[in-house]
């Protein structure tokens, strides 16, 4: 029998290794299995077509390519030009942006290279103007010197963690906290919902160099709009991190006042999660931030991942394809039915809902911590994240909540059926896991995790992973 295309890709590459290095091979495999089996709600995760994956396993990664599109610190680089040149072009098309950085290697790249060009573009120090031009790269060791001392105590607000932001917007073992003088904007204690007016007030008392909104475990939208106009209010730039929802956005699912694109003055992402693409970075902005963004190498970045970004472009042309406008669709209709199968069994949600792509529990209804119950679920073949309600009282560590996403669930093909049966597995789980000695420890029956994890995979039967690649 004749293998397709992706099989043979994949079973090839897997020979190659293995000749070398066998465990390797092994592990490679075994992952794949893993991910079949498993029932995969890690907000954060996703799964890559094979095309994005093979992008990634070529000749561009022995390629050094330092600088920007045409202006490299290194020779030969034409083919590398070709595919960042491709990857930016579907960017600015996918999201209706002035200019596109995708170069960053993470989220926290991209973050720390919007916040450099924010600061280099917006601090009137002397060093700057004795410069002449507004370019880092330009300034003498004199002037850095001059210009640390002006940076410093620069201001920044932005969601505080345990409302669902970033540890990257301020959070204070996170190098964005040391750079900043920083304070947070929490949500309504009553509704666990962003409060404007009380941002607004903040923005007013803080007045911060910068304004970030964006999340990592709300599940709500965000109204970038009045977000802008508290930015304007007090002179703030206003920076959005949309990671978590960059598919949401590309697949026209977030609109209006709630695609962060036209109120930004720069957007920052990863490319994986609801994007669907590699693990990697990127930036979008306005011509007035452009200059400095495309300093993020060597400014914050040390050299691109040509080979990433080659899988940048691939996923990021899939992503302008009609049908993913119909999966980021699916991903919200899917987090809403699982969100209200599991309200409907007397789980706590914080919001009691969501608008978007995750699910935010509150695990203590059950007499759990988010390390117990992240742990047990595990045991029976649900893979989720603990993660930090609003006033947590266990803190960031082990944490009151569990936070479930369905963009993963949603490229397999499973919808609002399938979020029904999902909803009363963890039900299950949760309801008879009791808490053990320590906020790490509990009980639960292993032959009840057993059975659960059996009846997760026969729930995936019917939507195999990655069909078309067969590794015998």
């Known amino acids: 029998m004749s293998l397709n295309a992706e099989s043979t890709a994949f079973r090839s590459a897997l020979e ?27 907000a954060s995760e996703n799964y890559a077509s094979p095309a994005t994956l093979l992008a990634m396993g070529n000749w561009f990664s022995d390629k050094y390519a330092e600088g920007t599109v045409g202006r490299r610190f290194y020779a030969g680089c034409q083919n590398v030009d070709t595919v960042e040149a491709l990857a930016a072009e579907h960017a600015k098309e996918l999201f209706g942006a002035a200019h596109a950085y995708v170069q960053p290697h993470s989220g926290i790249d991209a973050n720390l290279v919007a ?64 750079m900043f003088d920083q304070r947070s904007y929490g949500t309504d204690p009553a509704t666990g919902l962003i409060d404007y007016d009380r941002v607004a007030e903040a923005a007013r008392e803080f007045k911060p160099l910068i304004l970030v909104a964006g999340y990592s475990a709300y599940p709500r939208k965000v109204n970038f709009r009045i977000m802008r106009e508290i930015a304007d209010s007090v002179g703030a730039t206003f920076m959005v991190d949309m990671a978590h929802f960059a598919g949401l956005v590309a697949g026209k699912v977030f609109t209006g006042d709630f695609d962060p694109v036209p109120h930004a003055h720069i ?6 999660k609801s994007l669907r693409g590699p693990r990697g970075g990127m930036v979008l902005c306005g011509p007035e931030l452009a200059d400095q ?24 042309a899939e992503a302008r394809r009609p049908d993913f406008a119909d999966y980021a669709q699916r991903i919200v209709d899917n987090a809403q039915a699982l969100a209200e199968g599991l309200v409907r069994r007397g789980t706590k949600l914080v919001t009691g809902g969501t608008d978007n792509h995750l699910v935010l529990l509150d695990v203590s209804g059950y007499g759990l911590t988010g390390r117990q119950a992240e742990q047990a679920l595990l045991d029976s073949g649900i893979v989720t994240n603990r993660n930090a309600v609003p006033q947590d009282p266990n803190g960031a560590w082990y944490t009151s909540g569990i936070r479930i996403g369905t963009p993963a669930l949603t490229t397999r093909g499973l919808g609002v059926a399938e979020m029904d049966a999902t909803a009363e597995l963890i039900h299950t789980v949760l309801s008879q896991t009791t808490p053990g000695e320590s906020k790490a420890k509990y009980v639960l029956d292993p032959a009840l995790a057993d059975k659960i994890s059996k ?10 992973l990655y069909p078309a690649v067969d590794l015998g």
């Open 115 to 178: 916040f450099w060009a924010i600061l280099a573009d917006r601090v009137e120090s002397p060093a700057l103007k004795k410069a002449q031009v507004r370019q880092v790269n330009d300034l003498t060791e004199a002037d850095w010197f001059a210009l640390r001392r002006e940076l410093g105590n620069q201001r920044m607000l932005g969601m505080s963690l345990d409302a669902g932001g970033h540890l990257t917007h301020g959070f204070r073992p996170n190098i964005s906290g040391k």
């Open 293 to 316: 963004v495309d300093r993020g190498c060597p400014m914050v970045l040390g050299g691109p991942l040509p080979h990433v970004m080659a899988a940048k472009a691939v996923a990021l």
């Open 267 to 272: 957007v920052t992402t990863t490319t994986h």
């Open 16 to 42: 190659v290794i293995r000749a070398v290095e066998p465990r390797v091979a092994d592990a490679i495999g075994a992952e794949l299995a893993d991910q079949r089996e498993s029932l995969k709600l890690i």
């Open 455 to 464: 009846q997760a995979t026969e729930l995936l039967t019917g939507f195999p």
